[in-house]
């Protein structure tokens, strides 16, 4: 009978926990894909030493990491009236979905922009296309992690970087 009642206590605690009913956890759902993103992202551009098969099978890993958050995100409701969070992720993700899913050519470009000497011979046009994109990635990771920081004072969480 005492296990009956803990597990009255218990379960609805962790049903709340893995469903986005509290502010932890929604971040969370948003946050940890896009961690997972930056990891991939490092892996792409580690280096000039990274071939461009590699950097193929990594973009193909970010890509379907990408879909996944992408999914994921856009079954969130809303949290107690704030949208914005999950609308800049889906900003936030859907560009990484274009430019590493959609983009013509891009492991060599990204092959191409990993050395400063193979950069310098890129056409003008590809360097600036991976420039503008980068900026945009840029902004774009910049406005969720200020979407997060309003999100976590609107319901009081503390982040811890």
């Excluded at 009956?4 to 759902?29: E, K, Q, R, W």
């Excluded at 809303?78 to 979905?97: C, I, P």
């Excluded at 013509?104 to 046009?125: F, V």
Aim: net charge negative.
């Amino acid at each position: 009978m005492m296990r009956y009642f803990a597990y009255l206590i218990v379960f609805p605690f962790l049903i709340s926990c893995n469903t986005g009913n509290n502010s932890i956890s929604y971040n969370d759902t948003i946050i940890e894909p896009q961690l997972e993103v930056i990891t991939k992202l490092d892996s792409i551009y580690a280096g000039p030493e990274v071939s461009v098969e590699d950097i193929k099978k990594h973009r193909i890993e970010l890509v379907k990491e990408i879909n996944e958050a992408m999914d994921e995100i856009r079954n969130l409701k809303d949290f107690k009236g704030n949208t914005a969070f999950k609308e800049t992720a889906m900003k936030y993700f859907s560009h990484l979905n274009f430019l590493y899913g959609k983009t013509n050519n891009i492991d060599s470009l990204i092959y191409n922009i990993n050395s400063p000497e193979r950069a310098e011979k890129m056409k003008p046009e590809d360097f600036e296309l991976m420039d503008r994109e980068t900026q945009k990635y840029l902004e774009l990771e910049e406005a969720l992690l200020a979407e997060q920081k309003k999100f976590a004072e609107q319901f009081n969480m503390r982040l811890e970087y």
